[in-house]
């Protein structure tokens, strides 16, 4: 049951809820705005020092002022937990905003609100590693085909271009399990989704209406992204369902600074757990090394390869091995996964996931000329 009031917010319904804790619909009593509330729940309830702390730290956020950042209005702490009230975004995550047709996209508010509450598990990968988990269940990691269909193993929680509802439908609901991650321990096996997910067809991934809708999505992404690193904050939680595309089709980048609350500068908790989505962790994040702008750069070059071609750059079993990919390994060229693909997305997409941080972009203004070229 979710609570009847946080703070000076009286809550409507659940949105949906992630690694960090729940996001509500809620309703601001003093002005009576409909605002997205995010209850934290990680880590320990706060003391009233540190939440008062943690609620001068977040009021930064909300100086911050972007058409493409989500706004922050105001923190608070609701019974030990922190909370976030935020902009209500009426729309969809990146990857359901591209799934769906141009004639769903303009049709009743209905439709793009629905993916809103389905979601859950959308960029999930591996899953918590907080225990072993024992029934996993290898038989769904389908191998790579030979006629550029694809493997869903890393993708188990979130196919990109299927029947969303029967999908979701289909039983999954599994926790959270993006941040946060221990890096010392024995990773555990996720086991995978009992739904297996057909993969989308390239031809479906290469409607041009599709990617002109993904090529000006990212660019407002970068503006997003130049604004917040030339403050000098970095995201560090990349992700298709930290970007959100309302009905106007503008972008709004969302969950930034959480990261930054959870971890210290080289994205690592006072525990030691590292904090990101094990699929966009760029390599020296998950090194633990210090992160700058260009870690929000790789993240979002995993994107773009996986909303290229259907699949991610990187595919493992477990979370150290998809490490050691990440490290080691070169991504399959995306051309020859998705022989029609847009090549100049694709030399995009594979510059941006280079290993080494100066062979990147450097900029996110970078990325936006190469895209707008
Ligand atoms: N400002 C907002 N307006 C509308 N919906 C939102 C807003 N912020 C989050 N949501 C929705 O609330 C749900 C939960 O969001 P949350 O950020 O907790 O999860 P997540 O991004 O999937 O996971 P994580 O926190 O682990 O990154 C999602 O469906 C998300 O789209």
Same mark, same amino acid.
């Given at each position: 049951?979710?609570?009847?009031?946080?703070?000076?917010?009286?809550?409507?319904?659940?949105?949906?809820?992630?690694?960090?804790?729940?996001?509500?619909?809620?309703?601001?009593?003093?002005?009576?705005?409909?605002?997205?509330?995010?209850?934290?729940?990680?880590?320990?309830?706060? *003391?009233?020092?540190?939440?008062?702390?943690?609620?001068?730290?977040? !009021?930064?956020?909300?100086?911050?002022?972007?058409?493409?950042?989500?706004?922050?209005? !105001?923190?608070?702490?609701?019974? +030990?937990?922190?909370?976030?009230?935020?902009?209500?975004?009426?729309?969809?995550?990146?990857?359901?905003?591209?799934?769906?047709?141009?004639?769903?996209?303009?049709?009743?508010?209905?439709?793009?609100?629905?993916?809103?509450?389905?979601?859950?598990?959308?960029?999930?990968?591996?899953?918590?590693?907080?225990?072993?988990?024992?029934?996993?269940?290898?038989?769904?990691?389908?191998?790579? *085909?030979?006629?550029?269909?694809?493997?869903?193993?890393?993708?188990?929680?979130?196919?990109?271009?299927?029947?969303?509802?029967?999908? $979701?439908?289909?039983?999954?609901?599994?926790?959270?399990?993006?941040?946060?991650?221990?890096?010392?321990?024995?990773?555990?096996?996720?086991?995978?989704?009992?739904? $297996?997910?057909?993969?989308?067809?390239?031809?479906?991934?290469?409607?041009?209406?599709?990617?002109?809708?993904?090529?000006?999505?990212?660019?407002?992404?970068?503006?997003?992204?130049?604004?917040?690193?030339?403050?000098?904050?970095?995201?560090?939680?990349?992700?298709?369902?930290?970007?959100?595309?309302?009905?106007?089709?503008?972008?709004?980048?969302?969950?930034?600074?959480?990261?930054?609350?959870?971890?210290?500068?080289?994205?690592?908790?006072?525990? +030691?757990?590292?904090?990101?989505?094990?699929?966009?962790?760029?390599?020296?994040?998950?090194?633990?090394?210090?992160?700058? +702008?260009?870690?929000?750069?790789?993240?979002?070059?995993?994107?773009?390869?996986?909303?290229?071609?259907?699949?991610?750059?990187? *595919?493992?079993?477990?979370?150290?091995?998809?490490?050691?990919?990440?490290?080691?390994?070169?991504?399959?060229?995306?051309?020859?996964?998705?022989?029609?693909?847009?090549?100049?997305?694709?030399?995009?997409?594979?510059?941006?996931?280079?290993?080494?941080? *100066?062979?990147?972009?450097?900029?996110? !203004?970078?990325?936006? !000329?190469?895209?707008?070229?």
């Amino acid at each position: 049951m979710p609570p009847k009031a946080i703070g000076p917010y009286r809550v409507l319904e659940t949105l949906g809820s992630g690694g960090a804790g729940t996001v509500y619909r809620a309703r601001d009593r003093r002005t009576n705005d409909e605002v997205a509330l995010k209850l934290l729940s990680t880590g320990p309830s706060l *003391d009233d020092r540190a939440a008062r702390r943690l609620v001068r730290e977040f !009021e930064t956020l909300a100086d911050l002022a972007h058409p493409n950042v989500v706004k922050v209005f !105001e923190a608070g702490v609701h019974e +030990g937990w922190p909370y976030l009230a935020m902009e209500l975004i009426e729309g969809l995550t990146l990857r359901h905003y591209l799934d769906v047709s141009a004639g769903e996209l303009h049709s009743a508010t209905p439709l793009s609100r629905a993916p809103l509450s389905i979601r859950r598990t959308e960029d999930d990968d591996f899953g918590s590693v907080d225990g072993p988990d024992e029934d996993a269940d290898d038989d769904s990691v389908v191998d790579d *085909d030979e006629d550029g269909t694809f493997g869903l193993n890393a993708f188990a929680e979130e196919a990109p271009s299927e029947d969303l509802a029967s999908f $979701h439908g289909a039983g999954d609901d599994s926790d959270s399990d993006d941040v946060p991650v221990d890096p010392r321990r024995e990773p555990a096996r996720k086991p995978a989704t009992k739904a $297996h997910a057909a993969p989308p067809r390239m031809a479906d991934l290469n409607r041009p209406e599709r990617m002109g809708r993904l090529k000006d999505a990212m660019l407002q992404v970068c503006e997003a992204l130049a604004y917040i690193h030339g403050h000098g904050l970095v995201h560090r939680d990349l992700k298709p369902s930290n970007i959100m595309v309302d009905d106007d089709r503008q972008v709004r980048l969302m969950d930034f600074g959480l990261a930054k609350f959870l971890a210290d500068d080289a994205g690592i908790t006072a525990d +030691g757990k590292l904090v990101g989505t094990y699929r966009y962790m760029a390599p020296e994040q998950i090194l633990g090394e210090p992160l700058d +702008g260009r870690s929000d750069l790789y993240s979002l070059g995993v994107i773009l390869y996986e909303l290229i071609s259907g699949r991610p750059p990187f *595919d493992a079993k477990t979370p150290h091995e998809l490490w050691r990919q990440v490290l080691e390994t070169e991504a399959p060229p995306l051309l020859a996964l998705n022989l029609h693909g847009d090549p100049q997305l694709a030399r995009v997409a594979h510059r941006l996931i280079r290993k080494e941080p *100066d062979d990147r972009f450097q900029t996110a !203004e970078e990325v936006y !000329e190469a895209l707008s070229e």
